[in-house]
C-alpha cells in the first residue's frame, strides 16, 4: 500500500524507455536551451527507478539513477565530476554498494557522434567516516557541447531507507520521472514537494519487472517536464525545503507467515526515545560541575527567578566557549569542561543540569536547524532533529528560551538558525508540546537623532540607537566581526552616507537584553543661493529594494519579527523656511502584518519625523510576494526623500 499526495494525476498505458546512448539530433544539436539561454547546462534526463529484491536471505532495495546532460557554457563542465555517497552500519551488518555503473560523453566530431566511456580508473571510493563512504568518478572529455550520461544502481539493505529524490536541479531539467515498484508487504508513505512542477502518474503495466518471490506489486510514477532550476534565493532558510522533490517513509511491513509490523512513528513515541536514551535524557536531571560554585556564589537563594537565570548563564558562559558546531546528542559534561568548549549541545546540557542546581525546571527543545530544512509534521523521526535548546519555566504559565552557545545574546534573543516555526519541548509534562520559535524571537530598535541643518547645507547632529532582543544580539555580532572599532564605524559611514565621530557602544560585550551605540555625524547636502536639498533619514529600514526578480516561486523568510521606531528633532538655519519635507507615509501589506508609517511637521525653525515600521509576520507563500514587494519598494524609495529649504526673501 503507498499513499501519495498529489493533487494532479495523468494517465499512462506504460513508460517511455530511454537507453544510455540513445542521443537524439536535437540533443546533439542544442548550443542554447530555450527555456533558459543562460543556463550553463540542462538536465536532458533525470531518471530514478527503485525496485526491491532479495540477496544473500535478505531484502534490498535498488535505486537506479540515469542523468544525461548537455553542456552550455564552460562552467558547466564540472558536471562531469559525480559523487555518491554509500552508507552502512557494521553493528548491524547492513551496508550499500554500487552496482552497474556505466558513464561516457558523447561528441561531435567530424559531424559524427563519438561516444568516450569511463574507464574504471576514473573511479574512486574514499572512506568518509565509520558510516559512509564516498564513490566519486569523472567524465572524459567533457567539454562545451558535449552530452555527458551517467547510470548507475544503490543496492541497500537498509531497505525501509529510500532516499529522496530531486527532480529539481542547480541546472534546468527538460524531463524527469520517478518510478517504483512497491511489493504489497511494504506499506510506504510519499510525499510530492515543491512548486507544481511534478505529476503523479498512473496505469496499469507501466514498467516491466517481476516482483521479489512473485508476489504482487504495484507500480508508482511521478514526472515533470521543463523544470526550472533551483534558485538559493536569499530570504530563504533552505532551498531544498521547496524544491521539486519525493520523499518517502515505510510506515509498516508484513512478511509472509508474520503479523504486521509498524514502522510508523509518533512525536510522542520520539519523546519516549529521547527521554530513555543514555545519551540525551539519561544525561539530564544530574549535578553539574559547577553545582558547587553556584551554592557558594547564593545563585539558588536569589528570590527573582529570572535573574537566577541570567546570572547562572553567565556563570556558565564564563567557564565554557561554544566550538562553532551544533549537535544533537552532547558529549558527557566531564569532557566539555575538560576541553573547556563544545557544541551548542554539550553546553545547553550543561545548562539544563546548572538550572536544576539551582532550582529552576528546564527542558530540552528539540528542532531542525532553519538551515536544515523544515521538520515534518507527517512522518516523525528521530533522523529529523540535529539539535536543541533550551525551554526555561519562570512559572507553570511563563517559559523562556536559551541558548547556552549564544553568548552575544540572551534570553529569547540568539542565532536566527534556531528559530524554526516547528520546535518540540522534550518532558513527560502534559500539554502542549510545540513551540513557534518564530513567535519568540523579536528584533528592537529605537533611534533618537538630534540634529541642525547649516546655512552652507551640512547637518550635522547625534544619534542614539538602542537594540532589544534579537537586535541587540545582531548588533554584537556586527560590532565584533568588524576588524576593530574603526572598520566597524567605516561600515556605519558607507551604509548611511555620514561622517561618523566620537563613537561609543555600551554593554557590547555583555549577556544582556540591551545594547546601544551613539555618536555624531555630518553629512553634506546640495545648496545653491536660494535653496537647500538634504535627506535627513540617518537609519535607513533598507537602503534598496532586495525583492527585484518580477515573480518568484519560492517563499519570502525573513529572520524574526521586528520593530523600529525612530525619531528625528532637526533645527533648521535662521533666514531659511521649509519648502518642502519628505512624504508623509502609511502604508501596509493588506494583512497588516508589514506597516510603516511616517509623519513629517514643520514648527518654529524645526522639523519633527517619526517613523515607525513593524514585521509582525516571518514566512510569505509565493503567492504573497507582490505584496511584500511592493512594501520594500515603498520602504526604499521613501527613504531616499528630501528636505528642501528656501531662503526667505
Known amino acids: 500500500m503507498l499513499s501519495v499526495l498529489s493533487c494532479i494525476v495523468l494517465r499512462a498505458e506504460k513508460l517511455a524507455q530511454y537507453k544510455f546512448g540513445d542521443i537524439t539530433p536535437e540533443e546533439r544539436d542544442m548550443t542554447v536551451y530555450d527555456k533558459d539561454p543562460d543556463a550553463k547546462a540542462v538536465m536532458l534526463l533525470n531518471l530514478r527507478d527503485v525496485k526491491f529484491r532479495t540477496s544473500g536471505g535478505k531484502i534490498v532495495n535498488i535505486t537506479t539513477n540515469h542523468v544525461r546532460i548537455k553542456i552550455l557554457k564552460e562552467d558547466g563542465k564540472d558536471l562531469a565530476n559525480v559523487c555518491v555517497v554509500l552508507y552502512n552500519n557494521s553493528g548491524r551488518h547492513l551496508r550499500e554498494t554500487i552496482e552497474d555503473l556505466e558513464a561516457a560523453s558523447f561528441n561531435k566530431e567530424g559531424g559524427e557522434l563519438v561516444r568516450t566511456r569511463m574507464k574504471s580508473d576514473l573511479v574512486f571510493r574514499e572512506k568518509i567516516d565509520d558510516n559512509r563512504d564516498r564513490v566519486k568518478f569523472s567524465i572524459p572529455k567533457a567539454n562545451v557541447g558535449s552530452i555527458i550520461e551517467y547510470e548507475y544502481s544503490v543496492v541497500s539493505e537498509f531497505y525501509a531507507n529510500m532516499d529522496d529524490w530531486y527532480a529539481q536541479q542547480e541546472i534546468p531539467v527538460a524531463y524527469a520521472r520517478y518510478t517504483a515498484v512497491i511489493p504489497e508487504m511494504f506499506q510506504f508513505h510519499y510525499e510530492l514537494r515543491g512548486y507544481d512542477w511534478l505529476k503523479t502518474v498512473d496505469g496499469d503495466g507501466l514498467v516491466d519487472y517481476t516482483d521479489m518471490g512473485g508476489g504482487r506489486s504495484k507500480t508508482y510514477a511521478m514526472a515533470g517536464n521543463d523544470i526550472p532550476a533551483s534558485k538559493s534565493d536569499d530570504y530563504v532558510w533552505c532551498s531544498n525545503d521547496y524544491v521539486a522533490k519525493v520523499s518517502a517513509e515505510l510506515l509498516g511491513m508484513q512478511l509472509p507467515g508474520s503479523d504486521y509490523k509498524n514502522y510508523g512513528n509518533t512525536w510522542e513515541k520520539i519523546d519516549d526515545i529521547l527521554l530513555s536514551d543514555n545519551s540525551f535524557g539519561g544525561m539530564m536531571g544530574k549535578a553539574s560541575p559547577y553545582a558547587e560554585e553556584l551554592k557558594s556564589l547564593g545563585t539558588d537563594t536569589i528570590s527573582d527567578i529570572g535573574l537566577r537565570v541570567i546570572n547562572t548563564i553567565k556563570l556558565l558562559q564564563s567557564h565554557l566557549k561554544w566550538n562553532k558546531g551544533y549537535a544533537l546528542y552532547p558529549k558527557p559534561m566531564s569532557k566539555t569542561v575538560k576541553a573547556g568548549t563544545g557544541s551548542n549541545a554539550d553546553l545547553n546540557l550543561v545548562l539544563i543540569n546548572m538550572l536544576h542546581d539551582v532550582g529552576v525546571k528546564a527542558s530540552p527543545v528539540v528542532m531542525r536547524r532553519r538551515d536544515s530544512g523544515l521538520l515534518p509534521l507527517t512522518y516523525p523521526s528521530v533522523d529529523k532533529i540535529n539539535t536543541f535548546i533550551v525551554a526555561i519555566y519562570l512559572s507553570d504559565e511563563n517559559l523562556v528560551f536559551a541558548d547556552a552557545s549564544g553568548e552575544k545574546g540572551f534570553v529569547n534573543a540568539f542565532s536566527t538558525r534556531l528559530y524554526p516555526m516547528r520546535a518540540r519541548i522534550v518532558n513527560r509534562d502534559d500539554g502542549e508540546k510545540w513551540i513557534n520559535m518564530q513567535e519568540v524571537a523579536l528584533s528592537t530598535i529605537s533611534n533618537t537623532v538630534n540634529a541642525a541643518i547649516s546655512a552652507d547645507g551640512v547637518m550635522s547632529g547625534e544619534c542614539l540607537v538602542r537594540n532589544s532582543g534579537q537586535a541587540a544580539y545582531e548588533f554584537r555580532n556586527s560590532y565584533s566581526d568588524a576588524k576593530d572599532e574603526k572598520q566597524f564605524v567605516s561600515n556605519i559611514e558607507k551604509e548611511e552616507n555620514v561622517a561618523v565621530s566620537d563613537y561609543s557602544a555600551e554593554r557590547v560585550g555583555e549577556f544582556a537584553n540591551e545594547a546601544s551605540e551613539k555618536y555624531k555625524f555630518t553629512r553634506k547636502g546640495e545648496v545653491n543661493a536660494e535653496r ?117 526673501q
Open 532 to 648: 537647500i536639498y538634504i535627506n535627513p533619514i540617518v537609519r535607513r529600514l533598507v537602503s534598496s529594494n532586495p525583492f527585484t526578480d518580477a515573480k518568484r516561486f519560492l517563499p519570502v523568510e525573513f529572520p524574526c519579527r521586528q520593530a523600529e521606531v525612530s525619531n528625528y528633532s532637526i533645527a533648521i538655519p535662521e533666514g531659511w523656511e521649509v519648502e518642502e519635507l519628505p512624504q508623509n507615509v502609511s502604508a501596509s501589506t493588506p494583512d497588516n502584518s508589514i506597516s510603516f508609517k511616517r509623519e513629517c511637521t514643520s514648527a518654529d525653525n524645526e522639523i519633527s519625523i517619526s517613523m515607525v515600521f513593524r514585521l509582525n509576520a516571518t514566512f510569505y507563500g509565493s503567492g504573497q510576494y507582490q505584496n511584500v514587494r511592493n512594501m520594500f519598494t515603498t520602504l526604499a524609495e521613501r527613504g531616499n526623500d528630501m528636505i528642501v529649504l528656501k531662503k526667505k
